[in-house]
């Protein structure tokens, strides 16, 4: 599965680990996306959503 949404196009971004001594390492945030159905110019679609969106997105 792509965590990307099907809505607004959020996916995956990097940032840091920081550690108790601020050693910093690499790592991923991925976008908290769920299967959903949902209407969209008169259409049933059915895709993934990040939360944010199921929030303002009319479901099915």
């Given at each position: 599965?792509s965590?990307?949404?099907?809505?607004?196009?959020k996916?995956?971004?990097?940032?840091?680990n920081?550690?108790h001594?601020k050693r910093?390492?690499?790592?991923t945030f991925?976008?908290?996306?769920q299967?959903?159905?949902?209407?969209?110019?008169?259409?049933?679609?059915?895709?993934?959503?990040c939360?944010?969106?199921l929030?303002?997105v009319?479901?099915?």
């Amino acid at each position: 599965m792509s965590r990307v949404c099907t809505v607004c196009g959020k996916g995956q971004t990097t940032g840091n680990n920081v550690s108790h001594s601020k050693r910093r390492t690499r790592r991923t945030f991925k976008a908290n996306v769920q299967k959903v159905s949902y209407v969209s110019g008169g259409k049933t679609l059915t895709g993934y959503v990040c939360t944010r969106c199921l929030k303002t997105v009319e479901r099915a």
